[in-house]
């Protein structure tokens, strides 16, 4: 246990629903991240929240859409997925500039019908 | 940009033997962190090493050790005294060492599977 929180760990939702992924930090880090891992590819850094400001939104679709009320939570809210939005989504937070290490989550496992 | 590349997509080794597995990278930074992260079937990231680049000296942790080729961008990750627990993705990572903004981010290569033998 690494001390970062997600839920649900698994999602199954169609192209019409909204749900939402959450994240949960008790480590005092102040920046928080968003990965997707696709089978086959390197993980992908979707939005980076430093003190609770967005300060990289990778070129991820509207559809996904973060939010980050405080320095312990994020949330990824979904609307009008696609198939190929099926992956494993990552959370990691860190402490801030200074540090170099990343905490993960276990993940939450989506799967767009 | 940073890319970060594993060119060996499974490896297998026997339970207390050595494996090594392979990492190249490009940056033109000069200054930066690098890293091995372990995934499990619990999919959860575990980070096992890692690796200042202004640093000559090579990482150890316990079993794990690196052989990092700055001028030649390479960063192999050796295991000695091979587990069925060392069984897992493993991933290599970069970061650059410049304050601010995206440069928290790390970026990853594609993953090594490593299976071990009993």
């Known amino acids: 246990e690494t001390g970062v929180t997600q839920t649900p760990r698994h999602l199954v939702m169609g192209m019409t629903n909204k749900k939402s992924l959450k994240c949960e930090q008790h480590l005092g880090h102040n920046a928080m991240y968003w990965y997707k891992q696709s089978a086959k590819k390197p993980l992908e850094l979707m939005f980076v929240y430093n003190f609770k400001e967005q300060t990289e939104n990778n070129s991820v679709p509207s559809r996904f859409s973060p939010e980050c009320p405080n320095s312990s939570h994020l949330f990824l809210h979904l609307h009008t997925l696609q198939p190929e939005d099926s992956a494993l989504y990552l959370c990691?937070?860190?402490?801030?500039?200074?540090?170099?290490?990343?905490?993960f989550g276990q993940g939450t496992r989506l799967t767009v019908v | 940009a940073q890319t970060v590349t594993q060119s060996q997509p499974e490896m297998s080794v026997q339970e207390a033997e050595t494996v090594t597995l392979s990492c190249t990278y490009d940056t033109s930074e000069s200054d930066y962190y690098l890293f091995w992260y372990k995934q499990p079937p619990s999919r959860q990231m575990i980070l096992v090493i890692r690796q200042e680049a202004y640093k000559q000296q090579n990482a150890t942790e316990n079993r794990f050790s690196v052989n990092f080729q700055k001028a030649a961008k390479s960063f192999s990750l050796k295991i000695s005294d091979s587990q069925l627990g060392d069984a897992a993705m493993y991933f290599c990572a970069y970061r650059s060492a410049r304050d601010g903004g995206s440069n928290y981010k790390l970026t990853f290569g594609k993953g090594t599977l490593l299976t071990v033998n009993p």
């Open positions: 990691a937070s860190s402490q801030d500039s200074y540090a170099d290490e990343a905490f």
